[in-house]
């Protein structure tokens, strides 16, 4: 079985609703895992050597250059060489934590991990996204509208033209009811909510791993 790829990017730790999600499908996962947090190890920004190393054969690659091609060839090998992701990435501020889109801006290289004709390296890989907000935006709430981290990721993990990974999304919700006493009454939602999440993360899991074998 080839490994499952854990990409971590809550800076919460344990306290991470996203990261305890993770740990019921990790808890079901029986295969090699080769985890990446993000929020402990940074990667750094894309850089103009980053991307100008692209462009440029090795032989001639300044110094920063070959820095920067150096941690995109690591990334990239890691991801290309997962059988399944896990993707950790809770909602801050309407979108993703800036370490995940560091990392994302590393990995993202054309004729690599995606390809303007034909599909990436990676298409049809499974791939779970797991990301908790504080509130809710499901239809029919206040804020449905106001999610651009799920439809986003989605597209640049999951289209054709992209990754084009098969990307779940599990969305536990309404973390704030924990701690904002005027979310009060919307805790039997959350909890609710984080049931779902756990028991559809452990399902996940098990198929995942039948599709990675």
């Known amino acids: 079985m080839s490994y499952l790829l854990h990409i971590d990017s809550s800076s919460l730790g344990e ?4 990261r305890q999600v993770a740990q019921s499908f990790r808890d079901r996962w029986p295969g090699p895992v080769v985890h990446r947090d993000l929020a402990a190890s940074p990667v ?13 054969a090795p032989d001639r690659h300044t110094p920063e250059q070959a820095k920067a091609q150096a941690l995109q060839d690591e990334l990239i090998e890691e991801f290309l060489g997962a059988g399944a992701y896990l993707f950790t990435v809770p ?9 995940f889109k560091a990392w994302l801006d590393q990995i993202l290289v054309t004729d690599r991990t995606f390809r303007h004709t034909g599909a990436s390296p990676a298409a049809g890989r499974p791939a779970l ?13 206040p804020r449905e509208g106001l999610d651009y981290l799920v439809p986003t990721l989605e597209t640049v993990l999951g289209h054709e033209d992209l990754l084009g990974l098969d990307v779940i999304t599990v969305t536990p919700e309404l973390t704030m009811a ?17 049931a779902a999440a756990h028991d559809h993360a452990r399902a996940l899991a098990t198929a995942f791993a039948t599709r990675a074998a």
Do not use: F, K, Q
């Open 91 to 99: 909602m801050y501020n309407l979108s993703m934590p800036s370490a």
């Open 15 to 18: 306290a991470s609703v996203s």
């Open 178 to 194: 924990l701690h904002a006493p005027a979310l009060a009454s919307l805790l039997p939602l959350h909890e609710a909510s984080m």
């Open 129 to 141: 996204l797991i990301s908790a907000r504080g509130g809710s935006y499901a239809p029919g709430a």
């Open 44 to 56: 750094p920004h894309l850089t103009a050597a980053g991307v100008t190393a692209r462009d440029t």
